[in-house]
């Protein structure tokens, strides 16, 4: 479990304004990140231009979210547990060698590209195929005797 003391800030210069806008932008004195966790991000990036002790301002509007210092922003990261609640842990750089998952090759390993009898027919082969397959059915139709408007006869019974 990962615990955060308390910190006391000292006098410093302005804080760095942040501004979140939906759920994965954040931005600052020209840094901009789309991220799962955006201001812990852009507190990594704004590494690169100010010191660790400076303090970050979280605003969405004119509302102030939170302040944090940004050394210690930049340490964390918001993972999902088990249950898929966000949980904050200890932030691990990628290595350079370090690759994303790996393609998957063309064909999978142990087995091998298709026979010519089993791989797909081109459009035209597959038209012909259809076209010496298909069977055309004729319906013939005959007409129906025209119905008589005569009155019935009745019945000659005694």
């Not at 760095?16 to 954040?26: D, N, S």
């Not at 660790?52 to 930049?74: M, S, W």
Request: hydrophobic share 40%; aromatic share 6%.
């Amino acid at each position: 479990m990962l615990h955060i003391s308390h910190t006391t800030f000292s006098a410093s210069p302005l804080p760095i304004k942040a501004v979140l806008t939906g759920a994965r932008h954040c931005s600052a004195a020209g840094f901009a990140v789309n991220a799962y966790a955006p201001v812990l991000a852009l507190a990594r990036k704004l590494l690169a231009a100010f010191a660790p002790e400076q303090v970050i301002e979280v605003y969405r509007g004119d509302t102030l979210c939170f302040r944090v210092v940004l050394g210690t922003a930049a340490k964390l990261t918001v993972e999902d547990d088990r249950n898929g609640r966000p949980r904050f842990r200890k932030y691990k750089a990628r290595q350079s060698w370090e690759a994303a998952a790996p393609i998957a090759p063309k064909t999978p390993l142990g087995i091998t590209e298709p026979s010519a009898s089993i791989r797909a027919t081109t459009a035209e082969s597959a038209a012909a195929e259809i076209a010496t397959t298909t069977t055309t059915t004729t319906t013939t139709t005959t007409p129906m005797p025209a119905l008589s408007a005569t009155k019935p006869v009745p019945s000659s019974t005694g």
